[in-house]
Each structure stands twice: as C-alpha cells, then as structure tokens.
C-alpha cells in the first residue's frame, strides 16, 4: 500500500548522515525489528526515528503523512487500506483530495470506515459534466430531445456542486452526503494487538554493535535520502 523512509533520528547531528531505509507497509514486528538492526536503533543509545519520505499508490496518501507518525498507526491504515475494493480507494482518494477527514493518521483511519457518508460519481471531471448527469440520469427529466442541446448543463452542474459543497477531484466527482461520521478509532489504544508493530529492538549488544558501524558506513557512501517531490500515480498507471 505504502511505503516509509524510516530514518535514525540520533545519528544524523551525530554523524551528519541520514542512516535509513524504506519500510513496506502492512508489515511485521519481525521487519521492523530487522530493520532497525540495520539503521541502527537499538533501544538503548539509538531509540528516535523519524520518516523522511513516503511513496504509495493511494493518489495523494503522502501529502497527509508527517515525519514522527506512530508505526503502529501506519501499519493498521494498511491493513484498512489494504482490505479496500478498487473503488472504495477511488473514493478515498476523491475525499482526500477534497481534504476531508486528512489532519492526521487518526482521521485518515476513521475515513476509511466512513466512506458511506460520502457520495462518489466517477468520471466527472467538470460542472457540465455534473449538469448533464444530474438532468439526465440523477433526476431522470424526460427532456425532449429538441431541447437536449439547448439546456445550460453547466450552470445547472455549477448550481449543484454549491448546493452540495461538491468537489471535483481526479477521478470524479464528491460530496459529503451528510451521513453521521462515526469515529471508531480514538487513539493508540483502539489499535488491534494484530497490527501493532512498535517497541521492538535488536536482538544482542555485539550484534547492534556492528549494524551500527556497518549503517554509518553504508549511509556516508550513500547517496541523498529522497525526499517527497513527486505526484502518485494515475489510476491508469496502477
């Protein structure tokens, strides 16, 4: 679904490198584990991380991720994400882009299972697109086919989206159908036991010794860490 640039937050003012690497999400305690053996983060002289970049083929996921975001939050996003439909993530990404629900990972849990309070038209990318559909197919008026090409199916459209505070996003059109927004995530506590992936460290002190070492090395011959400067993917790409 994504994935995360996890970065050793002690090592960089210390060394002046940015010793990281991507994590998948969903993952496991046993790859996070391994992962920070590698970087460095042994619980004890190294404990901070941060992320300092993000890529996912969720259309715009990574514009509402930050640096310090709880792993165990990330990961249990995932697996919602990754339990979704092709268009239910359509969707998502629809509200996303109208930035609803988006200030943080908390919110973006409690979207993804609350996609029914949000109505979704696929395809309808401008007001006389919108116009068209509502006279046409929402409302069903039987126009006379004199008249079809007379009508002004972009103000009509352009009346609609304003009544209903729509959105044109990507792959179509959106608005808030006024349903009641449950929120069934309130916080770290809520996180099923299955998803959660934090507090774990490498395993011996030799052992994190030497990844230590052999993550300064590595990272000072590396090059720059990337950094968010690019769009998701199109539908068509995925």
């Given at each position: 679904?994504?994935?995360?640039?996890?970065?050793?937050?002690?090592?960089?003012?210390?060394?002046?490198?940015?010793?990281?690497?991507?994590?998948?999400?969903?993952?496991?305690?046993?790859?996070?584990?391994?992962?920070?053996?590698?970087?460095?983060?042994?619980?004890?002289?190294?404990?901070?991380?941060?992320?300092?970049?993000?890529?996912?083929?969720?259309?715009?996921?990574?514009?509402?991720?930050?640096?310090?975001?709880?792993?165990?939050?990330?990961?249990?996003?995932?697996?919602?994400?990754?339990?979704?439909?092709?268009?239910?993530?359509?969707?998502?990404?629809?509200?996303?882009?109208?930035?609803?629900?988006?200030?943080?990972?908390?919110?973006?849990?409690?979207?993804?299972?609350?996609?029914?309070?949000?109505?979704?038209?696929?395809?309808?990318?401008?007001?006389?697109?919108?116009?068209?559909?509502?006279?046409?197919?929402?409302?069903?008026?039987?126009i006379p086919e004199y008249l079809v090409d007379y009508i002004d199916y972009e103000a009509y459209g352009r009346d609609v989206r304003i009544n209903e505070g729509g959105?044109?996003?990507?792959?179509?059109?959106?608005?808030?159908?006024?349903?009641?927004?449950?929120?069934?995530?309130?916080?770290?506590?809520?996180?099923?036991?299955?998803?959660?992936?934090?507090?774990?460290?490498?395993?011996?002190?030799?052992?994190?010794?030497?990844?230590?070492?052999?993550?300064?090395?590595?990272?000072?011959?590396?090059?720059?860490?990337?950094?968010?400067?690019?769009?998701?993917?199109?539908?068509?790409?995925?």
């Amino acid at each position: 679904m994504f994935e995360a640039y996890v970065t050793n937050l002690g090592m960089y003012p210390e060394y002046g490198v940015e010793v990281g690497e991507y994590l998948k999400f969903p993952t496991t305690a046993e790859e996070v584990r391994a992962l920070f053996s590698r970087i460095g983060i042994d619980g004890i002289r190294y404990q901070e991380y941060f992320i300092t970049n993000y890529e996912s083929d969720v259309l715009g996921l990574y514009d509402h991720l930050g640096e310090y975001e709880s792993l165990d939050e990330l990961n249990y996003l995932a697996h919602l994400l990754e339990e979704m439909t092709p268009d239910e993530l359509e969707k998502l990404e629809a509200v996303m882009d109208a930035g609803e629900y988006t200030g943080s990972v908390k919110d973006l849990i409690n979207l993804t299972q609350n996609l029914d309070c949000f109505e979704f038209y696929t395809g309808v990318k401008d007001e006389e697109d919108l116009g068209r559909m509502y006279l046409l197919e929402v409302d069903a008026l039987q126009i006379p086919e004199y008249l079809v090409d007379y009508i002004d199916y972009e103000a009509y459209g352009r009346d609609v989206r304003i009544n209903e505070g729509g959105h044109f996003a990507p792959g179509g059109y959106v608005f808030n159908n006024q349903g009641k927004f449950v929120e069934h995530y309130t916080g770290l506590d809520d996180i099923p036991d299955e998803y959660r992936i934090s507090n774990v460290h490498a395993r011996d002190e030799k052992t994190e010794t030497r990844s230590i070492l052999a993550a300064i090395k590595q990272f000072q011959e590396a090059p720059p860490v990337p950094h968010k400067d690019k769009a998701g993917p199109s539908h068509e790409e995925r």
